[in-house]
């Protein structure tokens, strides 16, 4: 079975980038070890700033830990979700989305916590950028082997608003901070194009032009 999963990683690249979004729909049937470590070994070929490889990731599996994660996630969500506009379809169908996800956190088969070791997002904001941009390369690779192998995949933050809190349930040191969690699990839905705004209508030619 897994064997066969591995197949999906010879799939197109750009077919994969085309159909992938965020799978928040998960079902509960187990995840098998070594499909969560391929997925971070390929993540860890993304580029990393000054090659400095400050990357640490947390496989969570524990009830108890998903569960203290989900209770920080309903803190955040009804102040996060006041932000949002509910009255278009496909933001009211991404809030129901997350708010399925969010009642089902505990039962997400695996949560991966991406963690950068050393330093601190401090200073003027191309510093918090470059900082951040050691981390985002690499989840993205993750994301895209999930999608090769029809691994449900999301990015949240979240759970993740109190950086001291977050340490504390994954008994991190002060030295790693957590920067974001990757919800993986087979998903209940299935993978298909996306919709997006049209390549022209986002590339500006040298300067800004409305």
């Known amino acids: 079975m897994t064997d066969s999963v591995f197949e999906g990683l ?11 979004r965020s799978i928040r729909r998960l079902t509960d049937r187990p995840v098998d070890h070594s499909i969560v470590r391929r997925c971070i070994e390929l993540g860890l070929k993304a580029p990393t700033g000054s090659n400095g490889q400050n990357w640490e990731f947390i496989v969570v599996r524990d009830a108890e830990i998903k569960a203290r994660f989900a209770r920080q996630y309903r803190r955040a969500w009804p102040l996060y979700r006041r932000t949002i506009d509910s009255s278009t379809p496909s933001n009211a169908r991404m809030l129901d989305a997350v708010q399925q996800q969010i ?15 050393g330093g601190r997002p401090t200073g003027p904001y191309v510093a918090k950028s470059s900082y951040y941009g050691s981390i985002y390369p690499t989840v993205q690779n993750i994301l895209l082997a999930a999608r090769s192998l029809d691994l449900g995949a999301s990015l949240i933050t979240l759970p993740l608003w109190s950086a001291r809190r977050s340490r504390r349930i994954l008994g991190l040191p002060r030295s790693v901070r957590p920067a974001c969690l990757i919800a993986l699990g087979w998903p209940a839905g299935r993978y298909g194009p996306t919709t997006r705004r049209p390549v022209d209508d986002v590339i500006h030619l040298d300067r800004w032009r409305p």
Do not use: G, Y
Request: net charge negative; with cysteine.
């Open 103 to 117: 009642d089902h956190f505990e039962s997400i088969p695996v949560i991966v916590v991406a963690c950068l070791a």
């Open 10 to 20: 010879n799939r197109p690249i750009a077919e994969m980038m085309e159909t992938q």
